[in-house]
């Protein structure tokens, strides 16, 4: 498959005839800015769901209280409901999450600045993944709304 990136995470949701919608909390909307610059992709991006504070990850995507204060924000489980979310709230095959802390503060001895959690739902299986980046802020940012897209491809490339 050639093109970039986004162009072929467009090709591969339009083979399937699916639709893709984003939760970002650290990213701020890049993934989808990202997925955005691909005409055509109305046909196949939702929208996306940028919730920062706890509280708008809970009213916006249903993310449970009990998981962000007993795993934090910054969590695989968090990850996951805020993917459930985002496919659920707009109706997609494919919710895509990012939450991390892009920095330079917020970091802990057991969540380090750059740590961030990438999730994907679909109806019949959720995932995460989990990265350490060492980066500035920026970087950071860019670098997690990356690894959230080749997540995404891999997942929509699979031959079913």
Partial sequence: MT?????????????????????ESCTGGLIGHRLTNVPGS??????????YAYEAKEHLLGVRHQTLYEHGAVSRETAIEMARGARR????DVGLSVTGIAGPGGGLPDKP??????????RDRDQA???????????????????ALILLLRVVSQQP
Avoid: C, P
């Fill in 3 to 23: 093109g970039t990136l986004e162009e072929q995470i467009g090709h591969a949701l339009m083979h399937r005839g699916w639709t893709v919608a984003l939760a």
């Fill in 42 to 51: 109305s046909a196949y991006f939702l929208g996306s769901i940028v919730a």
């Fill in 89 to 92: 709230s707009l109706g997609a």
């Fill in 113 to 122: 600045v750059g740590l961030t959690w990438v999730g994907l739902s679909q």
């Fill in 129 to 147: 993944e989990r990265f350490v980046w060492s980066g500035d802020r920026l970087t950071n940012k860019e670098q997690s709304a990356e690894a």
